[in-house]
């Protein structure tokens, strides 16, 4: 993605999350059709199309140097938060 990144943002963004929103439908239907490699090949989908990586640079490429720090920060934050509320509200939505 760094290559590309050197352009645009929004193609690699759009193609990163069109991958991850695939492989997760694939993880997600992989139990209903009792498939261990649709799982795996699933998860393999959605870890090419993670754009958090492409977000942290275009962080870093847009803010400036004195708040940097702190907008990287937050991109932490806000991804830290994401996967710690994720399983609790799996449980409120199974009820």
């Keep these: 993605f760094s ?11 759009l193609f990163a999350a069109s991958m991850q929103f695939i492989g997760n439908l ?9 498939s261990m ?15 958090r990586i492409i977000n942290r640079r275009c962080v870093a490429d847009i803010t ?3 708040l940097r720090t702190a907008s990287s920060a937050a991109f932490g934050l806000a991804t830290a ?13 199974d009820f």
């Design 26 to 34: 694939m993880y997600a239907t992989a139990y209903t059709y009792k």
């Design 64 to 66: 400036p140097f004195s």
């Design 37 to 51: 490699s649709m799982c795996l090949i699933g998860r393999a989908i959605a870890g090419i199309g993670s754009p």
């Design 81 to 93: 938060l994401g996967s710690a509320m994720g399983p609790g509200l799996a449980i409120i939505l």
């Design 3 to 13: 290559y590309w990144t050197n352009y645009n943002y929004k193609s690699p963004i």
